[in-house]
């Protein structure tokens, strides 16, 4: 078993997997935020930028662990 993670190659450009994780991790908590302004959820929380890392981070790491396994 390899436990070392494979590159992700776009043409000739070598990304590790954990930056494009990030990446998709951002976008979705991006889009996530948009749903979430629309229905007020700021009321409910006590930090909202805190709360918007929070979710980046759990998207990162279920996209990093389910999408680009090592």
Request: hydrophobic share 50%; aromatic share 10%.
């Amino acid at each position: 078993m390899n436990a070392i993670p494979k590159e992700i190659a776009i043409g000739d450009i070598y990304l590790p997997p954990l930056l494009v994780a990030g990446f998709l991790g951002v976008v979705c908590t991006s889009l996530t935020a948009r749903l979430l302004n629309k229905l007020q959820w700021h009321r409910y929380v006590a930090s909202p930028p805190l709360a918007e890392l929070c979710i980046a981070i759990v998207y990162t790491v279920l996209i990093g662990t389910y999408v680009f396994p090592s």
